[in-house]
Nanobody
């Protein structure tokens, strides 16, 4: 499966954005899907994950209550709805896929990655 992330942009603090990650290929439904983010000079950090069944999600504490991950297997797409954006949310956001039986917050467990989309939040 190949992933293509989109939806990033420049917004103000408090605004909302919805990121999309479209997958090609027929194996999308077999992947747990996650969003990570990265700023220059720092490690890529976990943001949110949704199990391949769609019935289990997990969020980083820093985004809990503001971000929501969802998936539409009919469209081979995973979404990240980001509300109440803060300047510290500024990063390049990447979607990743993992075929493990359990969801993971560890970036090295993900073997498929999209190209990243820039999110910039001004104060």
């Amino acid at each position: 499966v190949q992933l293509q992330a989109s939806g990033g942009g420049l917004v103000r603090a408090g605004d909302s954005l919805r990121l999309s990650c479209a997958a090609s290929g027929r194996a999308f439904s077999m992947h747990n899907m996650a969003w990570f983010r990265q700023v220059p000079g720092k490690e890529r950090e976990f943001v949110a994950v949704i199990k391949r069944s769609g019935d289990n999600t997990h969020y980083a504490d820093s985004v809990k209550g503001r971000f929501s991950i969802s998936r539409d297997d009919a469209k081979n797409t995973v979404y990240l709805q980001m509300n109440g954006l803060k300047p510290e949310d500024t990063a390049v956001y990447y979607c990743g896929g993992d075929r493990s039986s359990r969801i993971s917050i560890i970036r090295y467990h993900y073997d498929v990655w999209g190209q990243g989309t820039q999110v910039t939040v001004s104060s």
